[in-house]
């Protein structure tokens, strides 16, 4: 596509994130000006998965190949049918798509088949944007801070972004007077393992911790809570992305087998000491900025912004920095990474980079994203 400046293109957004509860969409109208449009949310909602999709998606390594490709024209035909519902306008899709397995640096899959939107809205769909990353030598992950970018870049201050979905991870921006790299990566668990915790000791009865009253009834089990913070991922340094292959229901089992038994140990003090989990390995990785970034203040987006029990560890760890939600032009805690995949997707049709080298350890900048186009 062809820049020229002040066109306007239309572009939806698709989200779909570890915590594998439903569809995130975010219409974007960008005016073209370079990596810096400007632009307007114009819609933004959620459409639940159906209950076929969560149980498979919240444990993606479970399922087998044949499974998957199977799953890939359902998610793809459900991603088209929810669209149309919505009976919206746009020029063409940024569609993230389903993770099912994230193992750089050898590959990072997604799924969600993008040739039923493609060919029903009659709209290119961007898709696939992790793998060129990968392919590069990087982590194909994370991938918003370019968007974090966009938002808040100062001249004068550091600033950080928190996102809290299934998996949690923080951006540095510096300032740009000092000319210091932006970095950026996943920091651990976000809401995963609360979420299967809260799952598995209700029975069902709750998928989440609602705003974190499950965890304020509990106490702390600090040998837990120790043998957690042990996990090898938080040995490793920068860049470094995690995903269900960390984090996911076999980890899960594995801590259960360990501590459920335990006569002393009520499910309060399980899930709050996954809750405590999140907010340490979030805030330990801020803490070990170094002297160089002095950030002041911080968004959070995600899921995660809703669990006040979360919240609340983060910022009393934190009190030197001002901990606010999204809340920025029409982009909130709750369409950020929508709008994220909205831009990518801009930036992709503009011939322009997705990635930040610095953040995922690619070789170079690069494009980000495949072109479906419609038959």
Known sequence: ?????????????????????GLDLCLVEFTDNGEKPGSSVLFSGEVDYPAKFKAAFR???????????????ELGAWFAESIAELNLS?????????????EPPHFTQQIGDPTFMANKFKVPVIYDFRS???????????????LDQYLYASLKHDILCLNIGGISNITLLPAGEKLLPIIAWDTGPGNTLIDKAVRSLTGGAHEFDPSGTIAQGGNLNESM???????????????????QEQFGLNYFK?????YNSESNLNHEDIVLT??????????????????????????????????????????????????????KDGVTEDNKEAFGFAYLAYLRMNDLPGNIPTVTGASRPARLGKICYPD
């Open 59 to 73: 444990d993606p390594l479970e399922l087998s190949d044949e499974e998957v490709a199977a799953l890939d024209k």
């Open 90 to 102: 746009f020029d063409l899709i940024g569609s993230h798509g389903q993770t099912i397995r994230h």
């Open 274 to 327: 996954l809750t405590v989990l999140t907010a340490r390995t979030i805030t330990d990785s801020i803490k070990q900025l170094g002297e160089a970034y002095t950030p002041s203040t911080m968004y959070v987006s995600g899921g995660g912004t809703k669990n006040k029990t979360l919240m609340s560890l983060i910022q009393e760890a934190l009190p030197e920095i001002n901990c606010e939600t999204v809340a």
């Open 225 to 243: 809570l120790k043998h957690l913070l042990s996990h090898e991922f938080y040995k490793l340094s920068p860049p470094k992305s995690a995903g």
């Open 1 to 21: 596509m062809e820049k020229s400046k002040g066109n306007k293109l239309r572009i939806l957004g698709l989200m779909t994130g570890t915590s594998a509860d």
């Open 132 to 146: 060129k990353d990968v392919e590069l030598g990087g982590q194909g992950a994370p991938l918003i801070p370019i």
């Open 254 to 258: 594995s801590i259960m087998s360990r």
